[in-house]
């Protein structure tokens, strides 16, 4: 009897010889989500810390369901220093708090990782951990507050509250979410990565973030450079390093996969994993 060929070549997708212990047909219809876990223990494996992922299209914000969602998930974590792997667009002020509220209730510590963007809310979040890791395509963004007007799309609640030809209650809106914004976001900092910091300095900071005349954009990049400048506790992640190459691989998977499975947002740990779909009703 001739041997069999030796397949397992470089461009193949690493695995054991051990058949899954789910039923076949079942672990066929979730193989998107074991391969992605299976890559998550590989960056486990690497840092030594568990990690959840918090993975969103750009057109699904953060919302309520959230950090339910993300307290699901932690109950499949032993341990009580985490990586929080974030994409996302933003999304509601409170909705953002209480996802923080969650993260500091359920763990000891966590870093946070972006490996393409954490913009608005989400860079609140990041910036509520003891550190964040960029890579070459990570991102922050400003924090600064949209109301979407009918006639001109998403407007800098800043502009609004200052603009004296709009009506009063809608100016008035506008400055609470400016204020709201920057009373979580100082909280966050105070209590985090900054809380040694001079009040003053993390005042400083949350101006400069916070302030549509900084950056002219709410799309604007904050990328490492910008966010060591700013005084953020962060950690840059060598290109062609094993870490981010894994890291990159998984982003790709949940890009890829959202976008084939019509699913909107994924949260997602190595047991417990939970998606919803695109603009779920709530």
């Known amino acids: 009897m001739s041997e069999a060929p030796n397949r397992k070549l470089r461009n193949q997708f690493p695995r054991s010889l051990a058949l899954p212990s789910q039923s076949s047909k079942f672990w066929a219809k979730e193989k998107d989500r074991y391969i992605r876990q299976l890559l998550i223990a590989d960056i486990e494996e690497i840092t030594g810390r568990e990690a959840v992922v918090y993975f969103a299209r750009l057109s699904e914000g953060i919302n309520h369901s959230d950090p339910d969602d993300l307290s699901e998930v932690i109950d499949g974590i032993e341990t009580d220093d985490i990586d929080l792997i974030i994409q996302t667009p ?166 890829h996969d959202v976008k084939v499975s019509g699913v909107g947002k994924i949260l997602e740990g190595g047991n417990n994993s939970i998606a919803r779909p695109v603009s779920y009703s709530y």
């Open 90 to 255: 933003g999304g509601s002020v409170d909705a953002v708090e209480k996802f923080v509220t969650v993260l500091r209730q359920r763990v000891k510590s966590y870093r946070v990782i972006v490996p393409s963007l954490a913009k608005s809310g989400g860079t609140v979040i990041a910036m509520s951990s003891e550190k964040i890791l960029f890579g070459v395509t990570s991102e922050l963004g400003p924090i600064d507050p949209q109301f979407v007007l009918p006639e001109l799309g998403p407007v800098p609640c800043q502009f609004i509250a200052d603009d004296q030809t709009q009506p009063p209650i809608l100016r008035s809106m506008a400055k609470s979410a400016v204020d709201r914004m920057g009373q979580l976001a100082e909280k966050i900092l105070s209590e985090g990565m900054l809380k040694d910091k001079d009040p003053a300095a993390i005042k400083e900071v949350i101006q400069k973030i916070s302030s549509s005349d900084t950056y002219n954009s709410h799309g604007a990049v904050i990328d490492f450079s910008e966010a060591q400048e700013l005084g953020l506790s962060v950690e840059w992640l060598d290109p062609n390093g094993d870490l981010w190459r894994r890291i990159w691989l998984l982003n790709c998977c949940y890009d």
